[in-house]
């Protein structure tokens, strides 16, 4: 999609009052009412070819020192009178810069995870050398754009639950992400860090995943409905395309006080921005998102100089 950025409105408001309904239930992450799970219909959709376990990404290169302590002190400052716990992790595809702040946080991941998921689900069909089904694509579909919990727990039981999950991490990547147990997709806990390197494996062409299976991801990803389209978006110009999942969620073992992430891809111009951010510990899911958005900007800034309003 090009630039969409839906601020705190009404979306976010209903998105509100649906999950406070479930305020005691860490495995179910909020996510904005839909239709019931349709039939599975015939298999549909091209093949994929089978590609090569992927070699790791190169190491991206930090940001200068002065730009990396002032962006630090920027988050900072602005995180001293907010309560919570906040994570922040990017990389610039074009010119290999990278920022980071808090990098020892860990949240439970709520609906972010369904990207994984995803992601899981076609490392499989491409070991299969088997065709996602239209069933398949309508759960995926209905599971990133709507982040639609149900279509998110079939497919869940398809790849296998958490064993499924992290078999498919280890090939992806990542390093500091944990399943959750049972059915409890959305208390999967992860790193910023480790979510920008899922998103690298949607965009590197060293990923396990064809170039076919990451551009469908990806298009989800730029097709969330419009008041689920908050987060990382807020730190992209106008002209750029966004693709980006968010995840929301009261939690239990927090007193109820909210679980917010947002990861994406900002491209455009002259840079192609991976965005990560992890957060835990808000009074309310408006807060949540306010925080996400002004860190995600100030963050995203460090590595793209001359972005933003400063």
């Known amino acids: 999609m090009g630039f969409r950025h839906a601020t705190l409105r009404t979306g976010v408001a209903a998105v509100t009052t649906i999950a406070m309904v479930g305020l005691t239930v860490d495995e179910q992450p909020g996510s904005a009412p839909m239709a019931s ?3 599975a219909p015939a298999t549909a959709g091209p093949a994929p070819t089978v590609m090569p376990a992927p070699a790791p990404a190169a190491a991206p290169a930090p940001v200068p020192g002065r730009e990396r302590a002032r962006t630090s002190r920027a988050i900072k400052k602005y ?5 919570g716990r906040v994570s922040v992790a990017v990389r610039d595809l074009e010119t290999g810069a990278a920022y980071s702040y808090g990098s020892k946080v860990r949240t439970a991941t709520a609906s972010i995870v369904k990207v994984d998921i995803l992601m899981a689900l076609l490392l499989q069909v491409q070991r299969a050398e088997r065709r996602l089904s239209r069933y398949e694509r309508s759960l995926a579909a209905q599971m990133i754009r709507h982040s639609d919990n149900g279509a998110a727990s079939a497919l869940w039981n398809s790849i296998g639950g958490g064993s499924g999950l ?4 280890r090939k992806l990547g990542l390093k500091q992400t944990t399943a959750g147990p049972g059915g409890a997709w959305g208390s999967t806990t992860t790193s910023a860090a480790d979510q920008v390197r899922l998103l690298g494996a ?3 062409k060293k990923s396990p995943l064809t170039a076919q299976h990451r551009r469908y991801v990806l298009s989800l990803m730029e097709g969330v409905v419009d008041d689920q389209a908050w987060g990382v978006s807020a730190a992209a110009e106008r002209a750029e395309t966004v693709a980006l999942k968010n995840g929301w969620l009261p939690r239990q073992v927090d007193g109820g006080a909210w679980t917010v992430n947002s990861i994406g891809r900002i491209s455009g111009g002259d840079h192609d921005c991976l965005v990560a951010v992890i957060s835990a510990g808000h009074p309310s899911l408006s807060a949540g998102v306010a925080t996400v958005e ?4 100030l963050a ?10 400063g």
């Open 37 to 39: 799970t349709p039939r």
């Open 294 to 297: 002004r860190v995600a900007t």
């Open 166 to 169: 992290d078999k498919a991490n």
């Open 79 to 83: 995180l001293d009178d907010r309560p």
């Open 202 to 204: 949607l965009t590197s």
């Open 300 to 309: 995203a800034r460090a590595v793209r100089p001359g972005k933003g309003d």
